[in-house]
């Protein structure tokens, strides 16, 4: 065990999570979102483990009730203390891997997939991307000093690029490096449907998985409203959630989601999601669950890394 999960299970066995509970209102629902539940190895998105994203959900339900985001969002009354799963991208490790251990564990989810990339069999971007660096890396390691911070600063520069730019640029990559960019298998339209048959609430995740804040005002509307459409064509279900890629949002697209029917908007900015006053929109944050030891997992879940955070901001430099 390294000196930060020794760190993170000395919080836990102090009871921190109970004294982040108490601390927050009891209308603070954490939403959660998980995105791979899987074995494979990924370096630099690695994927939450089957066993350790079990272990997580059974310490949540000691404390919490699970419920749907739909009911999250609602008016009725919440539980005393209350939870909600979600997933994005659509892999098809959810119906191998993640649907199993919801359905051992009675437990309600939402899933955003991209049926642009489902029917194009593609790939998003970010796992195309990762996918060069990772086989780039195992070629050469020593080529490059810092891997992460290389793939974060190409993320940054490649995210503001048009889509043509974006696949200009990646293509380039694939050719500098001689290696082909591919991502995890996304779920087809049968695994999609067996999903929402077993009681997974199907949304939208875009098109494509590119950044909506990048569109023109008709290219957003176009991208939101097939999205839509083409989810509720396949499934037969009408589409009420829509999960913002990358968490970029701004007013134009919470008013194009809006307008199109759109009933509630998904982030990833680590808050808590409290009920308020609002438009037909509810947006909802989200904390975004990574692939740690269980007690920092359960700790994320709680909310500290976020107090962490704003700690920090508070503290000025000298």
């Known amino acids: 065990m390294g000196l930060r999960d020794q760190v993170f299970q000395i919080g836990r066995e102090m009871r921190l999570s109970s004294l982040l509970r108490l601390s927050r209102a009891k209308t603070s629902v954490p939403v959660l979102c998980f995105h791979r539940i899987s074995e494979d190895q990924d370096l630099f998105f690695p994927p939450m483990r089957p066993e350790l994203f079990r272990k997580l959900l059974k310490s949540m339900l000691r404390h919490y009730d699970c419920i749907s985001l739909e009911e999250a969002a609602s008016e009725r009354r919440l539980p005393r203390r209350a939870f909600v799963v979600t997933f994005d991208d659509g892999y098809s490790d959810f119906i191998e891997t993640a649907l199993p251990i919801l359905k051992e564990l009675k437990i309600q989810s939402t899933h955003a997939i991209l049926p642009g990339l489902i029917e194009s069999e593609g790939t998003i971007w970010t796992q195309r991307l990762s996918s060069i660096l990772t086989q780039r890396r195992m070629k050469d390691a020593t080529s490059v000093s810092d891997w992460g911070e290389l793939r974060k600063n190409l993320f940054s520069q490649l995210k503001v690029f048009s889509v043509n730019e974006r696949n200009q640029a990646l293509q380039k990559m694939e050719q500098d490096t001689g290696v082909k960019g591919e991502g995890p298998r996304l779920m087809n339209w049968q695994?999609?449907?067996?999903?929402?048959?077993?009681?997974?609430?199907?949304?939208?995740?875009?098109?494509?998985?590119?950044?909506?804040?990048?569109?023109?005002?008709?290219?957003?509307?176009?991208?939101?409203?097939?999205?839509?459409?083409?989810?509720?064509?396949?499934?037969?279900?009408?589409?009420?959630?829509?999960?913002?890629?990358?968490?970029f949002y701004n007013e134009v697209v919470l008013r194009v989601s809006e307008a199109?029917?759109?009933?509630?908007?998904?982030?990833?900015d680590d808050l808590f999601y409290t009920r308020k006053a609002s438009s037909a929109l509810k947006v909802i944050p989200r904390f975004v669950m990574g692939s740690s030891s269980l007690a920092e997992e359960v700790l994320r879940a709680e909310g500290l890394h976020t107090y962490l955070r704003q700690a920090r901001s508070w503290v000025k430099p000298q």
């Open 191 to 247: 695994e999609i449907q067996r999903c929402a048959e077993a009681g997974v609430e199907i949304a939208s995740h875009s098109l494509n998985h590119e950044p909506l804040t990048s569109y023109s005002f008709s290219e957003l509307k176009q991208d939101l409203q097939l999205s839509k459409e083409l989810i509720e064509s396949k499934i037969k279900a009408e589409v009420k959630t829509i999960a913002f890629p990358n968490g």
């Open 260 to 268: 199109l029917g759109y009933r509630r908007a998904l982030l990833c």
